[in-house]
């Protein structure tokens, strides 16, 4: 044999070992980058503990699902998700420093308070039951989104379960403290029970979104399935469970639903109406296992475009082209160029979306997006996915995205978020209030004394179509790991620009598997915390104590409420949130962007407070405001603003009121 052909025969393998070698580096340089004693000199958080129901701790704390007998090999697998964590305001005081958490331990909807809440909004946590709607041991609830459904001011929430369809629990205008007598259960997807028995659609729930879709006024809902309908948590469910067709392209799930407000009453029993928008979303894009949906209005036009992340394939944007009673959606992907891997084009990715989160992450005045991915050295090693907007402006993005065009850039090594680990949710925020988005990221999956990665590693390389057969899966059953001891991530920007982890620097890396994180400025004063929801663990509540802060410009932005004879009496705030709104400021610093966010990501939801750090600068600030009134009239009007805390009233126009 010739030297040039054995050679050609070493090529394979010397680039096979050139490249492992280049992501191997890569990996550990992006996780590795300087500055990080020096990123987190000025932060610092507390964590507090959360006040749960009498007697909460002293049930039993559960660690693993019951699962249908044809997943009982993979029940470690199967129980991997359902923690979620909610930040509002409850009492309707005008202080977001109510709580929601699913807690996977109990399969309890908690009601609580944050640990920062003054006396005036602490009350007797509970938790929320479905009853006298049908649920069963067949049930376990995945999410609590905060809402207010009806139009009153009054804050309900969204439950989603997986075993039935969501539940809405409304607040009674004759409540005056959140307690379990004080919101009333109803079904989001109507269905009969003659005999008391659940009879409805086997949901099974991963993500829901909440948002004003149609420029109606009125917020409408994106639910996300992971499995099919079927008996996933029912051991003695039918034989009708299975697994993705794909770990690339999976298309055999649960898919997408899209329900739009319809009606609402208020009163001692209300009640809101919602009706499923068959084809909102295109069909061919519509049956992913999604873990994470949010959005943001990308084009100036008072309606957000979501975006989609599922698991186990392609995440999809979507255009919004609704108009007020009617919601529709068409794909808009990204272009490829020479350079360009194809799974950094967007809508192309083949890698596992778990979360999104929009803002504006380079303070341009523009919303940019970031997709949670499992990416762990040695395992899966794939990509975080920061879509970066290279719109010349709202124009030009409504342009592009009508013709099926999405002007964005993947840029997640350059900014040091490509890789973290195991991941889900992710909110942004700033929580030095210095013009700067700081990322939290959950992370971690499965918990155990024994490492599995190499199963998991070998159910990779299996032909498709045997894996949606759960029987062909690795047997993972508690005791067995897969990055369970990854920590919760804190990403802070160095001197340079670049992100840094600086979880541990902070003592926030705890190693027990996070799914859920919400944010919000639970005191009033302009600064914000956060909590976590871990799976198999207790909730997290920090509290932001950095010494230094900058200043802030936080808005309150409400509608009027549909029942204005008790405005700002119960639990009934001042006014209802004023879905859609979007705020964008300018100060001699710069320009930043943000929204009145109702929900969305992997199970965690922020409160609706609009938060924007300004450093040291305590000049009028100039805030662009787009908001849809009650009726979907689209409005807009700038106003020159102080730094601190603004509650504004939206109708025609923007007046600043007293908050309650």
């Avoid at 090529?11 to 990080?36: E, K, M, Y």
């Avoid at 898919?255 to 407000?261: E, K, P, S």
């Avoid at 997709?371 to 395992?379: F, L, M």
């Amino acid at each position: 044999m010739t030297l040039r052909k054995r050679l050609r025969r070493l090529v394979p393998g010397v680039l096979a070992i050139v490249v492992g070698a280049l992501l191997f580096f890569g990996a550990n340089s992006a996780v590795s980058v300087s500055g990080s004693a020096q990123t987190a000199a000025p932060y610092k958080f507390q964590e507090m503990p959360i006040a749960l129901p009498p007697g909460y701790n002293n049930q039993r704390m559960n660690t693993i699902r019951k699962v249908n007998p044809a997943y009982q090999k993979v029940r470690s697998w199967i129980s991997a998700v359902g923690a979620s964590v909610a930040i509002n305001d409850i009492t309707g005081h005008g202080r977001a420093d109510g709580m929601c958490i699913v807690d996977t331990r109990t399969n309890k909807v908690i009601m609580t308070y944050t640990p920062t809440a003054p006396a005036a909004d602490r009350f007797t946590p509970f938790t929320l039951d479905p009853a006298p709607l049908p649920y069963d041991d067949t049930m376990a609830p995945t999410a609590c989104a905060a809402g207010d459904f009806t139009g009153d001011g009054r804050m309900g929430f969204l439950v989603t379960y997986w075993g039935r369809t969501p539940i809405l629990f409304l607040p009674k205008s004759t409540a005056t403290t959140p307690s379990p007598s004080a919101y009333v259960p109803q079904e989001l997807v109507p269905s009969q029970s003659p005999d008391g028995k659940y009879h409805g659609p086997r949901w099974n729930t991963d993500a829901a979104y909440i948002a004003d879709l149609d420029g109606s006024g009125h917020p409408s809902i994106i639910i996300g399935n992971y499995f099919p309908d079927s008996d996933v948590l029912d051991p003695n469910g039918l034989k009708n469970v299975a697994m993705t067709n794909s770990l690339s392209s999976g298309n055999n799930a649960g898919g997408d639903h899209v329900l739009r407000w319809n009606a609402a009453t208020s009163g001692s029993r209300p009640s809101a109406h919602y009706v499923e928008e068959a084809g909102a979303i295109p069909f061919q894009i519509s049956t992913g296992w999604t873990l994470a949906i949010s959005g943001a209005d990308l084009t100036g036009d008072g309606l957000p475009e979501p975006y989609i992340a599922n698991d186990f394939g392609h995440g999809h944007l979507l255009y919004n082209e609704s108009t007020p009673g009617h919601i529709k959606f068409s794909e808009a992907k990204g272009r490829r160029t020479g350079t360009t891997p194809k799974s950094f084009v967007l809508g192309n990715g083949s890698f596992k979306g778990m979360g999104v989160d929009f803002a504006d992450l380079n303070s341009n005045g523009s919303f940019d997006f970031y997709v949670s991915n499992i990416n762990v050295a040695w395992g899966l090693q794939e990509s975080n996915l920061l879509f970066m907007n290279e719109a010349a402006n709202n124009a030009d993005m409504k342009k592009q995205l009508s013709n099926g065009v999405a002007p964005f850039t993947q840029q997640a090594q350059e900014y040091g978020l490509a890789w973290t680990g195991w991941c889900w949710d992710v909110k942004t925020g700033d929580f030095l209030n210095q013009g700067e988005q700081d990322v939290i990221q959950t992370d971690g999956f499965i918990k155990g004394t024994t490492n599995r990665w190499n199963w998991l590693q070998e159910a990779a390389t299996a032909n498709d179509d045997l894996l949606s057969n759960p029987a062909m899966w690795p047997n993972f059953q508690p005791g067995d790991d897969i990055s369970g001891r990854e920590a919760l991530a804190f990403y802070g920007k160095n001197s340079k620009g670049t992100y840094v982890n600086i979880s541990s620097k902070l003592g926030l890396a705890v190693p027990t598997p996070t799914r859920a994180v919400a944010t919000g400025d639970t005191t009033g004063t302009g600064t914000l915390d956060f909590a976590v929801a871990r799976q198999w663990g207790p909730p997290a509540f920090y509290a932001n104590r950095a010494p230094d802060r900058g200043n802030a410009l936080e808005l309150k932005l409400y509608r009027p409420s549909s029942d204005p004879a008790h405005a700002g009496k119960g639990l009934e705030a001042i006014g209802a949130p004023a879905y859609g709104a979007t705020v964008k400021i300018t100060t001699p610093h710069g320009t930043q962007i943000s929204q009145l966010d109702g929900g969305g990501g992997h199970v965690g939801f922020r409160s609706f407070d609009v938060h924007f750090g300004i450093g040291s600068y305590d000049g009028p600030v100039s805030a662009h405001i787009q908001w849809r009134d009650a009726d979907g009239g689209f409005h807009q009007q700038t106003l020159k603003l102080k730094p601190g805390v603004h509650t504004l009233m939206l109708t025609g126009t923007a007046q600043e009121v007293s908050s309650r």
